[in-house]
């Protein structure tokens, strides 16, 4: 590291104005008996009667945690929509700061990360996941990235953050320019991007190397196995599954798809489903309404799910973010099975995709009305809102678009919000009641 | 009439398919479409949602989230006769230049709606309706060059490619080509190359006439000169702002015009018109939407430098990602060569006629002076 970017990165967390408390936390996270004993604390848990899936993610973040931040494996920090199975395809270990902004709320830390960001003249207009990022990397809450890889679709911000991440550790950053429009042409275009990144990862990050492809490829395709169990099973009524707690693993399916603790934490949490729904110990246990969830939700506060979970009996049946999207990988042709995987993303590509998504996920649930998280700065999700309403109505389904933000309690009106979940489901109840009589 | 939403979709391919074609400049959000899109969009975004004619068509390329809803939103309501949607690369390598001159190729096809392949002399015509575009974009440039010299105002500089804008969109319609030859109808899928060189001749005349009404502004160091970057420049209210706060405009690194403007395509190398057009568009002055390592800071620094800008102004239309994240980019990048100070304004439509704006830029102004007369005590 040149003293010209000690110099930098001394004055960048100057300005951004670090506590003693994220002082310690840096320190403590690149500590090698820090990750030991969280290894024991593991343990402790499972040996107190943890759920086995809730083990397994929680070994799975520790894994690759203690992997990057003790630089054990190199770390490239990726954008949302990349497929991860590249990284761990190459040896290394993926970080995704925006999705480690949710972490970093749910534990009370985002507001510094924030901060620093907004010190650093980041509007807060922008999405508070990626602002959130840029803090945590910006303080180097986050591992050093070896590397950094972005995909251009969905998400402007995404791929904007982390370029500037890319600037500020001064590593090497990549771009797959994901093509609009589906066809032969577009995919083989992506495939070769793709393909270029490997070779370019390979040379210019000592420690990669395509070895691990195959492995990754047959973790992702075992998970995915797991994964379509699942989603079967959370098509019982009652869910034998919670929303909530479905979207806290969001992260995991953004993060770790190549990761064999992901092919495990499916498992685990397909035996869960299975258990539940033949005890019938579910966990709304009246289950009088099904919702669906589009985007992401606020990670800083249960108090909204506990609302609509425990006091409306209202299951949150199914998210979109956990919609199964690309079909199995084939590792015969690794990179035309990646840009298969990133094209398919209902998201991308004229809004008719994902509206045929949402659609399919009313029907295959049995939703009896869709929320919008409505996430303060993104333009991806939020700018359909009004077409979102209206094709649900047509279909005679009630949408609610809820704003507020996932990681900045600042731009949330937690009471606003409750008075209107509860105002839509006291729409759906006596929608309800109308078809009954 | 065919309204493109993006500098990087060429004029040349609905002119060569025989339609009127113009850059989408509107002046602000329509009340009544307030509900299409959320109030957290950019205003560009927002502006260009409308109700379009029957025989309107939209093109709208891969600017932004918020440009992509506006395309979904405007197929979704049928708001217009026909959207088109243009991919442009974020990247301007050999394979992405060739993956665009594919994608203009679809894009002249769709306008020509037709399945079939190209008329055998569109090509011909295209490589025309290039030269003719060349020709306006060389006389645009030599008007730009003369703010640096200050002897044009910015804000004459830019209402005249906003003239040129319309005229090539609509030259009856024009009051300064009133003059012009009898209305002669211009039905889609006819290239008219007479009609074409008509407009290129009237607009150069409109350069020629700034051109030889050019004249020293102020006396020379009376005033500070500043550039003026960002994603878009909204209307000229800024520029009106800038120059009535007493600082001189010496150049606009800004989608209209300069973005627009500000370079050739290269007929000759390439006997694929489509391909030259891809390879000049992609390869202009960069947009804060491309990925192009330090090219933009690079270029912005080179402005700078060459036209003795002391300070820059950025305008960040409210709620552009893009430009939110570009100015930080900007911000740190001119930091290390020159230590450029550069001001943020953010802002909707008629950003300039605010009290607020004035202000901001005053006291930049104010700030820009004490920096000169530090720098002179220095010197002595």
């Given at each position: 590291?040149?003293?010209?970017?000690?110099?930098?990165?001394?004055?960048?967390?100057?300005?951004?104005?670090?506590?003693?408390r994220?002082?310690?936390i840096?320190?403590?996270?690149?500590?090698?008996?820090?990750?030991?004993?969280?290894s024991?604390?593991?343990?402790?848990?499972?040996?107190?009667?943890?759920?086995p899936?809730q083990i397994?993610?929680?070994?799975?973040?520790?894994?690759d945690?203690?992997?990057?931040?003790?630089?054990?494996?190199?770390?490239?920090?990726?954008?949302?929509?990349?497929?991860?199975?590249?990284?761990?395809?190459?040896?290394?270990?993926?970080?995704?700061?925006?999705?480690?902004?949710?972490?970093?709320?749910?534990f009370?830390?985002?507001?510094?990360?924030?901060?620093?960001c907004?010190?650093?003249w980041?509007?807060?207009?922008?999405?508070?996941?990626?602002?959130?990022?840029?803090?945590?990397?910006v303080?180097e809450?986050?591992?050093?990235?070896?590397?950094?890889?972005?995909?251009?679709?969905?998400?402007?911000?995404?791929?904007?953050?982390?370029?500037?991440?890319?600037?500020?550790?001064?590593c090497?950053?990549?771009i797959?320019?994901?093509?609009?429009?589906?066809?032969?042409?577009?995919?083989?275009?992506?495939?070769?991007?793709?393909?270029?990144?490997?070779?370019?990862?390979?040379?210019?990050?000592?420690?990669?190397s395509?070895?691990?492809?195959?492995?990754?490829?047959?973790?992702?395709?075992a998970?995915?196995?797991?994964?379509?169990?699942?989603?079967?099973?959370?098509?019982?009524?009652?869910?034998?599954?919670?929303g909530?707690?479905?979207?806290?693993?969001?992260?995991?399916?953004?993060?770790?798809?190549?990761?064999?603790?992901?092919?495990?934490?499916?498992?685990?949490?397909?035996?869960?489903?299975?258990?539940?729904?033949?005890?019938?110990h579910?966990?709304?246990?009246?289950?009088?309404?099904?919702?669906?969830?589009?985007?992401?939700?606020?990670?800083?506060?249960?108090?909204?799910?506990?609302?609509?979970?425990?006091?409306?009996?209202?299951?949150?049946?199914?998210?979109?973010?956990?919609?199964m999207?690309?079909?199995?990988?084939?590792?015969?042709?690794?990179?035309?099975?990646?840009?298969?995987?990133?094209?398919?993303?209902?998201?991308?590509?004229?809004?008719?995709?994902?509206?045929?998504?949402?659609?399919?996920?009313?029907?295959?649930?049995s939703i009896?009305?869709?929320?919008?998280?409505?996430?303060?700065?993104?333009?991806?999700?939020?700018?359909?809102?009004?077409?979102?309403?209206?094709?649900?109505?047509?279909?005679?389904?009630?949408?609610?678009?809820?704003?507020?933000?996932?990681?900045?309690?600042?731009?949330?009106?937690?009471?606003?919000?409750?008075?209107?979940?509860?105002?839509?489901?006291?729409?759906?109840?006596?929608?309800?009641?109308?078809?009954?009589? | 009439?065919?309204?493109?939403?993006?500098?990087?979709?060429p004029?040349?391919?609905?002119?060569?398919?025989?339609?009127?074609?113009?850059?989408?400049?509107?002046?602000?959000?329509?009340?009544?479409?307030?509900?299409?899109?959320p109030?957290?969009?950019?205003?560009y975004?927002?502006?260009?949602?409308?109700?379009?004619?029957?025989?309107?068509?939209?093109?709208?390329?891969?600017?932004?989230?918020?440009?992509?809803?506006?395309?979904?939103?405007?197929?979704?309501?049928?708001?217009a006769?026909?959207?088109?949607?243009?991919?442009?690369?974020?990247?301007?390598?050999?394979?992405?230049?060739?993956?665009?001159?594919?994608?203009?190729?679809?894009?002249?096809?769709?306008l020509?709606?037709?399945?079939?392949?190209?008329?055998?002399?569109?090509?011909?015509?295209?490589?025309?309706?290039?030269?003719?575009?060349?020709?306006?974009?060389?006389?645009?440039?030599?008007?730009?060059?003369l703010?640096?010299?200050?002897?044009v105002?910015?804000?004459?500089?830019?209402?005249l490619?906003?003239?040129?804008?319309?005229l090539?969109?609509?030259?009856?319609?024009?009051?300064?080509?009133?003059?012009?030859e009898?209305?002669?109808?211009r039905?889609?899928?006819?290239?008219?190359p007479?009609?074409?060189?008509?407009?290129?001749?009237?607009?150069?005349?409109?350069?020629?006439?700034?051109?030889?009404?050019?004249?020293?502004?102020?006396p020379?160091?009376?005033?500070?000169?500043?550039?003026?970057?960002?994603?878009?420049?909204?209307?000229?209210?800024?520029?009106?702002?800038?120059?009535?706060?007493?600082?001189?405009?010496v150049?606009?690194?800004?989608?209209?015009?300069?973005?627009?403007?500000?370079?050739?395509?290269?007929?000759?190398?390439?006997?694929?018109?489509?391909?030259?057009?891809a390879?000049?568009y992609?390869?202009?002055?960069?947009?804060?939407?491309?990925?192009?390592?330090?090219?933009?800071?690079?270029?912005?620094?080179?402005?700078?430098s060459?036209c003795?800008?002391?300070g820059?102004?950025?305008?960040a239309?409210?709620?552009?990602d893009?430009?939110?994240?570009?100015?930080?980019?900007?911000?740190?990048?001119?930091?290390?060569?020159?230590?450029?100070?550069?001001?943020?304004?953010?802002g909707?439509?008629?950003?300039?006629?605010?009290?607020?704006?004035?202000?901001?830029?005053?006291?930049?102004?104010?700030?820009?002076?004490?920096?000169?007369?530090?720098?002179?005590g220095?010197?002595?």
């Amino acid at each position: 590291m040149t003293q010209g970017r000690n110099n930098t990165i001394r004055l960048h967390r100057e300005i951004a104005g670090e506590t003693r408390r994220i002082k310690v936390i840096r320190a403590l996270s690149r500590k090698n008996w820090v990750h030991s004993i969280a290894s024991l604390v593991i343990d402790y848990m499972q040996r107190r009667g943890g759920k086995p899936y809730q083990i397994d993610a929680i070994k799975c973040f520790a894994h690759d945690f203690r992997s990057s931040y003790l630089e054990e494996k190199p770390c490239i920090f990726t954008s949302a929509f990349v497929p991860n199975e590249l990284i761990y395809g190459l040896g290394g270990v993926p970080f995704l700061p925006e999705a480690a902004s949710g972490f970093a709320a749910s534990f009370g830390l985002a507001g510094e990360s924030l901060a620093a960001c907004e010190s650093l003249w980041y509007s807060p207009d922008l999405c508070s996941f990626h602002r959130a990022g840029v803090g945590a990397s910006v303080l180097e809450l986050t591992p050093t990235p070896a590397a950094v890889v972005v995909s251009s679709h969905l998400c402007d911000g995404g791929k904007r953050s982390l370029f500037q991440i890319s600037q500020y550790h001064n590593c090497p950053f990549y771009i797959l320019d994901v093509p609009y429009v589906h066809s032969a042409q577009t995919l083989d275009r992506l495939a070769r991007q793709i393909e270029k990144v490997a070779a370019s990862l390979e040379r210019e990050v000592p420690g990669l190397s395509g070895d691990h492809m195959a492995e990754a490829f047959a973790n992702s395709n075992a998970a995915r196995d797991y994964y379509l169990n699942l989603c079967n099973l959370r098509t019982n009524i009652p869910s034998p599954w919670r929303g909530s707690e479905a979207l806290n693993y969001v992260v995991l399916f953004l993060w770790s798809w190549g990761s064999p603790w992901l092919t495990k934490f499916y498992r685990d949490l397909v035996d869960h489903a299975e258990n539940i729904i033949d005890t019938g110990h579910y966990p709304v246990e009246n289950e009088q309404l099904r919702l669906g969830w589009l985007n992401l939700r606020p990670y800083y506060s249960p108090r909204l799910f506990s609302y609509l979970e425990e006091k409306c009996q209202v299951s949150i049946a199914f998210e979109e973010f956990s919609h199964m999207y690309w079909d199995r990988l084939d590792a015969s042709v690794p990179y035309m099975s990646l840009a298969k995987k990133i094209m398919a993303n209902p998201g991308w590509g004229p809004l008719e995709r994902r509206l045929e998504v949402i659609g399919r996920i009313v029907q295959d649930f049995s939703i009896d009305g869709v929320v919008q998280f409505a996430q303060w700065g993104c333009r991806q999700y939020n700018g359909a809102a009004s077409i979102l309403s209206d094709y649900l109505k047509k279909k005679g389904v009630p949408f609610l678009n809820l704003d507020g933000d996932g990681v900045d309690e600042r731009n949330s009106g937690e009471a606003q919000s409750l008075t209107r979940l509860g105002a839509f489901v006291e729409l759906l109840e006596s929608r309800k009641l109308r078809k009954v009589r | 009439m065919v309204y493109l939403s993006c500098s990087y979709i060429p004029h040349e391919i609905p002119l060569t398919a025989g339609m009127h074609v113009k850059r989408g400049i509107f002046e602000g959000p329509l009340p009544a479409m307030e509900g299409y899109l959320p109030r957290d969009f950019c205003p560009y975004a927002r502006a260009f949602l409308r109700q379009y004619g029957d025989d309107h068509v939209v093109v709208i390329a891969e600017s932004c989230d918020a440009m992509r809803r506006v395309y979904d939103a405007l197929r979704y309501w049928s708001l217009a006769g026909a959207v088109h949607f243009v991919d442009v690369p974020r990247t301007h390598d050999a394979e992405a230049v060739s993956f665009y001159a594919e994608e203009l190729r679809n894009f002249a096809s769709n306008l020509m709606d037709s399945n079939a392949p190209l008329p055998a002399d569109f090509c011909e015509n295209l490589k025309s309706a290039i030269g003719c575009m060349n020709r306006i974009r060389i006389g645009l440039a030599k008007v730009f060059d003369l703010l640096s010299e200050r002897q044009v105002s910015a804000v004459t500089a830019t209402r005249l490619a906003m003239s040129i804008n319309q005229l090539v969109a609509d030259f009856s319609t024009s009051q300064d080509c009133a003059d012009l030859e009898p209305r002669q109808p211009r039905s889609k899928h006819v290239f008219a190359p007479s009609i074409i060189e008509t407009i290129v001749r009237k607009a150069e005349e409109l350069i020629d006439k700034t051109l030889s009404e050019a004249h020293p502004l102020h006396p020379i160091g009376n005033r500070i000169p500043v550039g003026v970057t960002g994603t878009c420049l909204l209307d000229l209210s800024l520029l009106h702002c800038i120059e009535s706060a007493g600082l001189d405009v010496v150049f606009i690194d800004s989608c209209l015009p300069s973005r627009t403007y500000a370079f050739t395509v290269d007929n000759e190398s390439t006997s694929d018109p489509f391909y030259a057009l891809a390879k000049a568009y992609l390869r202009k002055p960069p947009c804060p939407r491309m990925f192009r390592d330090d090219e933009r800071i690079h270029y912005l620094h080179g402005l700078t430098s060459d036209c003795d800008a002391r300070g820059l102004i950025y305008f960040a239309p409210k709620f552009c990602d893009q430009a939110y994240y570009d100015f930080l980019e900007v911000k740190h990048g001119l930091k290390s060569p020159g230590r450029l100070p550069v001001l943020l304004l953010e802002g909707q439509y008629g950003v300039g006629r605010t009290g607020q704006a004035l202000t901001r830029i005053a006291a930049f102004r104010e700030m820009l002076e004490s920096r000169q007369i530090v720098r002179a005590g220095t010197s002595k």
